[in-house]
T-cell receptor
Framework: QKEVEQDPGPLSVPEGAIVSLNCTYSNSAFQYFMWYRQYSRKGPELLMYTYSSGNKEDGRFTAQVDKSSKYISLFIRDSQPSDSATYLCAMSGGFKTIFGAGTRLFVKA | GAVVSQHPSWVICKSGTSVKIECRSLDFQATTMFWYRQFPKQSLMLMATSNEGSKATYEQGVEKDKFLINHASLTLSTLTVTSAHPEDSSFYIC????????????FGSGTRLTVV
């Protein structure tokens, strides 16, 4: 079993839709949870960074962590074509960071 | 915010030659940098952790003699792919911790290496 599981997609949605991206994990030592956005042929850029369970909102993005279920989510409201990218979840704990495989998102105009 | 500058963004080299990739932290000091490799449609695979002033720590299965890492200053880490082969063709990305070692990371823009 991988430490972090993420559906690679692709996920295709119409412009304006609410997008839900998810990751599950197995290592309870993970304490920090991150979402990165990666455009084609570019390095990942940090979108959201959360610690412990709960929600964190930043503009159209909401990160949700449920440590009891070992499940994290990223919601994108009012999705735009410019949101089309690969979204990677990442988790840190015990001086180790593991990345998910990334979900490819396409937002159609 | 913190920026990591990575060069070159792409490089094509012949088999058997060596290629150096540089990552510089701008406006902040990075005592640690991470080097990743990413194949198409796959996640980031950590290759090694570069530590300023000391030897790099390599992940299992990564040949330290093939992927030479140097972190001579607090703002510069380099990865040299020696005696490159076509199977080394990949996307190489560096990152530096900017949210504490257990927190967020700032990534370079990546280097697309093609070995012909």
């Amino acid at each position: 079993q991988k430490e972090v599981e993420q559906d690679p997609g692709p996920l295709s949605v119409p412009e304006g839709a609410i997008v839900s991206l998810n990751c599950t994990y197995s290592n309870s030592a993970f304490q920090y949870f991150m979402w990165y956005r990666q455009y084609s042929r570019k390095g990942p850029e940090l979108l959201m960074y959360t610690y412990s369970s709960g929600n964190k909102e930043d503009g159209r993005f909401t990160a949700q962590v449920d440590k009891s279920s070992k499940y994290i989510s990223l919601f994108i409201r009012d999705s735009q074509p410019s949101d089309s990218a690969t979204y990677l979840c990442a988790m840190s704990g015990g001086f180790k960071t593991i990345f998910g495989a990334g979900t490819r998102l396409f937002v159609k105009a | 915010g913190a920026v990591v500058s990575q060069h070159p963004s792409w490089v094509i080299c012949k088999s058997g030659t060596s290629v150096k990739i540089e990552c510089r932290s701008l406006d902040f000091q990075a005592t640690t940098m991470f080097w990743y490799r990413q194949f198409p449609k796959q996640s980031l695979m950590l290759m090694a952790t570069s530590n300023e002033g000391s030897k790099a720590t390599y992940e299992q299965g990564v040949e330290k003699d093939k992927f030479l890492i140097n972190h001579a200053s607090l703002t510069l880490s380099t990865l040299t792919v020696t005696s490159a082969h076509p199977e080394d063709s990949s996307f190489y990305i560096c990152s530096a911790p900017t949210g504490g070692l257990e927190g967020g990371y700032t990534f370079g823009s990546g280097t697309r290496l093609t070995v012909v």
